[in-house]
């Protein structure tokens, strides 16, 4: 069955500080994998999708298929970098139709 | 309008009630989605419609169910629940075909569900 881990549940950090948040995955094939970010009182969105391999809002994450892990960076966190950030793989489990979301990861960015 | 829209955005039922939540979107996407998410705990899926038809049940107890009366609108209907139920119930939508370079599910903001 598909998976996603996503060991951290708080990571504080502070500002201008390298921010590593980490996704490992369990998957037989070829995955399809999002970063989704959630701010506070607002809609979870996308922030990431791995095939783009483009960085958006100084974020940046790479496949490493033999690690199988999906790791979002940003080299320089601001504060309203603070939020729930989730992990998801889409997969055949689900038809390559729905998403399967690791448990989250709080970024907490102090000033 | 690139907004997926639920209402109500709460809702307090008791065990013998009947209710609904409503989805709306008119992106012309053609997948829609129920997720459930309990606090500090990631979505969890739910149903799948595409194309107006059930694609996906994820096991969920019969006294959750959900209609796609057309591509816009999506509904669950809630009989009989249970206080365990209650819970962040999110709607998203998607293209169906979903190539991997563009496929992105956008969410809805929630319908907060209590069940007393």
């Known amino acids: 069955a598909q998976r996603v881990t996503q060991p951290e549940k708080l990571l504080s950090v502070f500002k201008g500080a390298p921010v590593e948040l980490k996704c490992n995955y369990s998957?037989?094939?070829?995955?399809?994998l999002f970063w989704y970010v959630q701010y506070s009182r607002q809609r979870l969105q996308l922030l990431l999708r791995?095939?783009s391999r483009e960085s958006i809002k100084g974020f940046t994450a790479d496949l490493n298929k033999g690690e199988t892990s999906f790791h979002l960076k940003k080299p320089f966190a601001q504060e309203e970098d603070s939020a729930m950030y989730y992990c998801a793989l889409r997969g055949k489990d689900t038809g390559r139709r729905a998403l399967t979301f690791g448990s989250g990861t709080r970024l907490q960015v102090q000033p | 309008d690139t907004e997926v829209t639920q209402t109500p955005k709460h809702l307090v039922m008791g065990m013998t009630n009947k209710k609904s939540l409503k989805c709306e979107q008119h992106m012309g996407h053609r997948a829609m989605y129920w997720y459930k998410q309990k606090a500090k705990k990631p979505p969890e899926l739910m149903f799948v419609y595409s194309y107006e038809k059930l694609s996906i049940n994820e096991s969920v107890p019969s006294r959750f169910s959900p209609e796609c009366p057309n591509s816009s609108l999506l509904n669950l209907h809630l009989h009989a629940l249970q206080p365990e139920d209650s819970a962040l119930y999110l709607c998203?939508?998607?293209?169906?075909?979903?190539?991997?370079?563009?496929?992105?599910?956008?969410f809805g903001p929630g319908t907060r569900l209590t069940v007393t």
């Open positions: 998203a939508s998607s293209q169906a075909s979903g190539l991997a370079d563009s496929y992105e599910q956008y």
């Open positions: 998957y037989s094939g070829s995955p399809e």
């Open positions: 791995h095939i």
